[in-house]
């Protein structure tokens, strides 16, 4: 399958890295509004380079486009792709609305071509363990689980730090944790949040409930940017009825209740750097859903469209202190 990335910036970078151990993929192109990148990359992986996605469609024709570029361009770049009757993989957020999310989701189906979304915690070892834990109950059921997502460093000028360009943490960060709540558990029945956005001082953060009415647990997500040199910090801590698993400085430990705690073995993808595990995982899966050998990917369109309905709801909630049912 031939593809193109466009935007290789910092995940461009990661996806780049990832290419070569996805089976079946042909790297065409590398794009980026600043060519001299595009061209770097494109040198190291021995394919043409762009500095627009116009001007690449005009040369190429890829089977699918691996969309990087940052968020506020995601729905008009994959939509221009879609409608040329190309796959998408589009990085997270899917979109900063949902009507554009449905709009995404509706021209693809028209098109008969397939949208991914980069909710690349799916993938990531340590939320698969999280998740196989809730779900085969090895420590009884859960009681509460919260999950924190933090970051200080925005190089100054950068468009995360303009709001006029970016929906800031709860679009940016947050929604990962959002997202591995869907996955977890599917819609709330409401959410409660509290938040601040100063992009003066780069402060923005936000703090939500996910209400379950009737399930018996409790679940929590704290994200949050300010101006610092706290390097990215992610995690989350999980109480069941007989042990709790915490997943701190990239390291999941499972403290059983009265035995020594132990740190969880993680799966591992031979030959497959650790760090990229999670980006090669989500695009392997985009490559076999596009050739037919597997039916839906860990990622559906709608569970992501899912995602944005959510954080469009917790800021609703930040916004008017209110309660908001979903
Ligand atoms: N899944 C994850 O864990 C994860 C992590 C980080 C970022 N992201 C997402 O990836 C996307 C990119 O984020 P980033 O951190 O790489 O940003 P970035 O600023 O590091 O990189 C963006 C790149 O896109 C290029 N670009 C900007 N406008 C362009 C255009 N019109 N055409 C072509 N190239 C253009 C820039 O030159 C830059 O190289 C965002 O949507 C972000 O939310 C996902």
Not at 30 to 52: F, G, P, T
Request: glycine share 8%; hydrophobic share 40%; aromatic share 10%.
């Amino acid at each position: 399958m031939k593809i193109t990335l466009v935007g290789a910036g910092g995940m461009g970078a990661n996806h780049i890295q990832a290419f070569p151990y996805v089976k079946g993929l042909e790297v065409m192109a590398i794009v980026d509004a600043n060519l001299e990148i595009a061209q770097r990359y494109a040198k190291q992986m021995n394919c043409r380079a762009y500095h627009s996605l116009d001007e690449m469609l005009e040369h190429e024709q890829p089977d699918a486009v691996d969309i990087c570029v940052p968020s506020f361009l995601h729905t008009d770049y994959a939509l221009k792709c879609i409608d040329r009757g190309l796959h998408v993989f589009c990085e997270k957020p899917m979109a900063h609305t949902c009507r554009e999310a449905d709009e995404m989701i509706a021209r693809a189906a028209h098109s008969g071509v397939k949208l991914m979304v980069g909710q690349v915690l799916r993938y990531w070892p340590e939320y698969r363990f999280l998740k196989a834990c809730i779900d085969d109950q090895r420590y009884g059921k859960l009681c509460y689980l919260s999950l924190t997502r933090q970051y200080g460093m925005h190089p100054e000028g950068s468009w995360y730090l303009n709001p006029d360009l970016c929906k800031m943490v709860c679009y940016e960060m947050h929604i990962h944790d959002t997202d591995m709540v869907n996955y977890l558990f599917g819609l709330p029945d409401a959410v409660d949040s509290v938040g601040s956005e100063r992009p003066e001082i780069h402060m923005s953060y936000i703090n939500t409930h996910y209400l379950y009415h009737g399930k018996g647990f409790a679940v929590s997500a704290l994200g949050g940017w300010n101006d610092s040199t706290l390097p990215w910090a992610g995690g989350y801590l999980a109480a069941f009825e007989h042990g709790t698993l915490e997943y701190k400085n990239g390291v999941v430990t499972c403290y059983p209740s009265r035995t020594e705690p132990f740190t969880a073995q993680l799966e591992t993808l031979e030959g497959v750097p650790s760090e990229i595990v999670g980006v090669y995982q989500e695009l392997t899966e985009f490559v076999d859903w596009i050739a037919g050998r597997i039916e839906k990917t860990a990622v559906t369109p709608q569970s992501a469209r899912n995602t944005i309905f959510m954080v469009e709801k917790e800021c609703e909630s930040v916004r008017t202190g209110q309660r908001i049912a979903l």
